[in-house]
């Protein structure tokens, strides 16, 4: 079957009129609440008043994740994707092992889904090189609870003011 090219553009017009007819609009939800991501001004169909660009994330959960992790160097940070990854470190007091610590924010709430850490362990074999090494699972949900209580003091601390 062969489309003539008089038929191609009302298919492509309806096309993308049934599309648009899929999307919904929240109207009672506030601006920020079930949504995440980055948020530009002027990019909402709200009529109140736009507030201007912010990172993407919780920024309760983002200065927790920098101040939980601090004492590692950082290769990538990108407040706007909420991912925080470090160089690898090495305790001076055991060289022969280092890790690397990956952060994820997921969400612009405070809730402890909306945080994700990744932690990887190398040893330094017998030659000298760096091969990876297990790591206990119990690792990231403590760095990830250490972020989340340094969130909410932190929280708490605005709310004092």
């Known amino acids: 079957m062969k489309f003539s090219r008089s038929l ?9 009129l049934a599309l648009a007819a899929c999307s919904s609009s929240r109207g009672s939800q506030s601006d920020t609440e079930g949504r995440s991501g980055l948020r530009l001004p002027g990019m909402s169909n709200n009529s109140e008043v736009q507030r201007p660009a912010g990172i993407g994330v919780n920024s309760f959960l983002w200065r927790a994740s920098l101040d939980t992790i601090s004492f590692m160097p950082l290769r990538e940070v990108d407040p706007f994707g909420g991912v925080i990854v470090t160089d690898w470190y090495a305790n001076p007091e055991l060289p022969s092992e280092r890790f690397q610590v990956t952060v994820y ?3 612009t709430r405070l809730r402890g889904d909306a945080l994700s850490v990744r932690v990887f362990r190398q040893e330094r074999n017998e030659t000298g090189e760096w091969i990876d090494a297990s790591v ?4 990231a949900v403590d760095i990830e609870n250490a972020i989340l209580t340094r969130a ?10």
């Open 8 to 16: 191609s553009l009302p298919i492509l017009a309806l096309s993308v």
């Open 105 to 107: 924010i997921l969400d």
């Open 136 to 139: 206990t699972p119990a690792t």
């Open 152 to 161: 909410r003091q932190l929280r708490i601390s605005t709310l004092d003011e």
